[in-house]
């Protein structure tokens, strides 16, 4: 995306790339990939996490010293609204947006060629457990430190090879590495409508912990990090309102009654037109976001949490409305519109609420 007065326009090779992802992913992460993933309990398909690998989509943010391709968050950005459309099932999420840039930020050399090497190459999958339940705390043990309590709604976290867990300690909010092999962890995979997307509660006692970088980095660190978490959700969730509004559509375009197709009554054009300038703007929103954290703007932490409200909203509404036009048949569970649908609530509960988002901005704003 280059700067053109405002959020700019995005260039050829970033073009190339959605139509690349678009085409892999339509071939991956079909319906029926998507179900078996889902309904099996599948946490990935090893096949598409080693394509993607070779790809260089996990290291595609991941600079180049450290065994990624140094690119900005536009190339992550339009990744991941594609992988939207396509409700992709992989810890992608989890390793690329959340771990990856934690450890990028709070990292010491040492521990970056260590870690994020492994990731860009998807042989190390990593998630990032720092949520507003959390009550993990940290105490030094021998040469390390020492986890006990429980951090809750962890994304992929019975899966992740290694966690980075934000914890209480004497400098303040401290950031640890924890491998998946630790004494004391146990992982408890949640039940959660959305089954394309998997959480766990962790549960630390006396889990041995290394020190990511330096003590009382936590809070400065998650905030930057889950910014810009929030603008990657909010792609993703523009992804998945495209494809519902297509969707539907089409089903409108073809299926008749009274002998018209249902999209020439009125009443079901007024619903689409509407739903369409509602993606539109979203995607407005959700594009200057994007803009605005690979410049580095003093403008992310406003825009953040307005985009991550707006744009999953958006998603949402454009689910329900899929499955209200499309009628009884979207109500089936053959269709494919109740995954969309559960996929949207669930990112409008992922990384805060709406009215959650809007009160950080309100804050932010101080009014």
Request: aromatic residues 8%; negative net charge.
């Amino acid at each position: 995306m280059t700067q053109s007065g405002s959020a700019g326009v995005f260039t050829q090779e970033q073009e190339e790339l959605r139509e690349s992802a678009r085409r892999l992913l339509a071939e991956k992460s079909g319906s029926a990939d998507i179900r078996r993933l889902a309904e099996g309990g599948e946490s990935f398909d090893p096949d598409t996490w080693k394509q993607i690998a070779e790809l260089g989509w996990l290291g595609i943010a991941i600079p180049e010293e450290y065994g990624g391709l140094g690119y900005s968050f536009v190339e992550l950005f339009v990744i991941l609204e594609e992988m939207g459309r396509r409700l992709l099932v992989a810890p992608f999420f989890s390793s690329i947006v959340l771990a990856a840039p934690a450890i990028e930020l709070a990292g010491n050399d040492q521990q970056k060629k260590n870690l994020l090497a492994p990731i860009a190459d998807g042989s190390l999958r990593a998630t990032l457990a720092a949520t507003s339940g959390t009550d993990a705390r940290a105490t030094q043990a021998n040469e390390g430190y020492a986890l006990d309590g429980n951090v809750s709604f962890v994304l992929d976290g019975a899966d992740a090879d290694t966690i980075i867990v934000a914890a209480a300690s004497d400098g303040g909010t401290s950031l640890f590495v924890v491998e998946s092999n630790a004494s004391g962890l146990e992982r408890v995979p949640l039940t959660t409508l959305d089954e394309t997307r998997r959480f766990a509660e962790l549960r630390f006692s006396s889990t041995p912990a290394e020190l990511l970088g330096e003590a009382g980095n936590g809070d400065s660190v998650l905030t930057q990090v889950l910014d810009r978490a929030a603008i990657a959700l909010a792609g993703e969730a523009i992804g998945g309102a495209q494809e519902c509004l297509e969707q539907t559509v089409q089903y409108a375009k073809d299926r008749t009654q009274f002998d018209r197709p249902v999209g020439s009554f009125q009443a079901i054009q007024h619903r689409l037109a509407d739903l369409y300038m509602e993606v539109e703007m979203a995607r407005s929103a959700a594009y200057y976001a994007a803009w605005a954290a690979a410049e580095n703007s003093d403008e992310v932490p406003r825009v953040a949490p307005l985009a991550k409200a707006y744009c999953t909203e958006t998603f949402f509404h454009a689910a329900s409305e899929s499955i209200q036009v499309h009628a009884g048949i979207g109500f089936t569970w053959e269709h494919d519109a109740h995954l969309y649908f559960k996929r949207a609530q669930s990112s409008a509960l992922f990384l805060g609420t709406a009215a959650e988002n809007r009160e950080r901005l309100a804050q932010r704003l101080e009014i």
